[in-house]
C-alpha cells in the first residue's frame, strides 16, 4: 500500500513536501513516479525516480521548482515542491512500479489515495 501526505494550502512562490510512504512491501526495487490531476484536466506525470542510482525525470513545466528524492531507510519517496504556481494545483498520486523511469501511467502497478494541493494567488 501507498500513502501519499504532505499536501495542502499553500500562497503563491509558497513550498510543500510530498511524501510516499510504502507499507506491505520495500519500494528499493520499485521506479516511484508522482502524478497529478488538475481540475478539469488529464492526470499527467510529474517526476519519477529510479530504484537503484536515483535517476530522475521530470516534466518541464516543474524543472528547477520540483526535487524528487528517496530515503530507502525510510521506505519513503519524497517531492520537494518549491516556488508553487497556481497551475500547479492538483491531486497528486505516487505510484510504485518496475520499470525504467518513466511518466506512462500504465508501466506503474501500485497508486497511493492522493493528497491535494492548492495554490492560492
Known amino acids: 500500500q501507498l500513502q501519499a501526505s504532505g499536501g495542502g494550502l499553500v500562497q503563491l512562490g509558497g513550498s510543500l513536501r510530498l511524501s510516499c510512504a510504502a507499507s506491505?512491501?520495500?519500494?528499493?526495487?520499485?521506479?516511484i513516479g508522482w502524478f497529478r490531476r488538475a481540475p478539469g484536466k488529464e492526470r499527467e506525470g510529474v517526476s519519477c525516480?529510479?530504484?537503484?542510482?536515483?535517476?530522475?525525470l521530470y516534466t518541464g513545466s516543474v524543472k528547477g521548482r520540483f526535487t524528487i528524492s528517496r530515503d530507502n531507510a525510510k521506505n519513503t519517496v519524497y517531492l520537494q515542491m518549491n516556488n508553487l504556481k497556481p497551475e500547479d494545483t492538483a491531486v497528486y498520486y505516487c505510484?510504485?512500479?518496475?520499470?525504467?523511469?518513466?511518466?506512462?501511467?500504465?508501466?506503474?502497478?501500485?497508486w497511493g489515495q492522493g493528497t491535494q494541493v492548492t495554490v492560492s494567488s
Open positions: 505510484a510504485a512500479g518496475v520499470t525504467i523511469p518513466s511518466m506512462v501511467e500504465g508501466r506503474y502497478d501500485y
Open positions: 525516480i529510479a530504484n537503484a542510482a536515483g535517476s530522475t
Open positions: 506491505g512491501f520495500t519500494l528499493d526495487y520499485y521506479t
